[in-house]
Nanobody, 127 residues
Framework: QVQLVESGGGLVQAGGSLRLSCAAS????????MGWFRQAPGKEREFVAG????????YYADSVKGRFTISRDNAKNTVYLQMNSLKPEDTAVYYC????????????????????WGQGTQVTVSS
């Protein structure tokens, strides 16, 4: 069982930066693939970024590629999402997720791949 707690959200102007953190409980954090998703009002939850258990492989949605960076520190049981050059369309609740399934890059983009979810943190980008 894994519990995930996100932090770092807030209000920022367009062009600014935020770093989200997701702290995980449990001794097997390093064996989980991790992902970030977001959900804007009236829209479906969408994939933002994913990372392999070792941190050696990362994946991004086209909409954030080149602006967002996902990373993890297994010693601290934490995954991060560095968000730069933020745009108003990045406004959403951001969720951290963990999967204990066999690592599968194509499936990383789907919310159904993940077994555990955090409560979310609000990111608001003003124009």
């Amino acid at each position: 069982q894994v519990q995930l707690v996100e932090s770092g959200g807030g209000l920022v102007q367009a062009g600014g930066s935020l770093r989200l953190s997701c702290a995980a409980s449990g001794r097997t954090f390093s064996s989980y693939a991790m992902g970030w998703f977001r959900q804007a009002p009236g829209k479906e939850r969408e994939f933002v970024a994913g990372i392999s258990w070792s941190g050696g492989r990362t994946y991004y949605a086209d909409s954030v590629k080149g602006r967002f960076t996902i990373s993890r520190d297994n010693a601290k049981n934490t995954v991060y999402l560095q968000m730069n050059s933020l745009k108003p369309e990045d406004t959403a609740v951001y969720y951290c997720a963990a999967s204990d399934k066999s690592f599968s890059p194509p499936k990383l983009y789907s919310s159904s791949y993940y077994d555990y979810w955090g409560q979310g943190t609000q990111v608001t980008v003003s124009s």
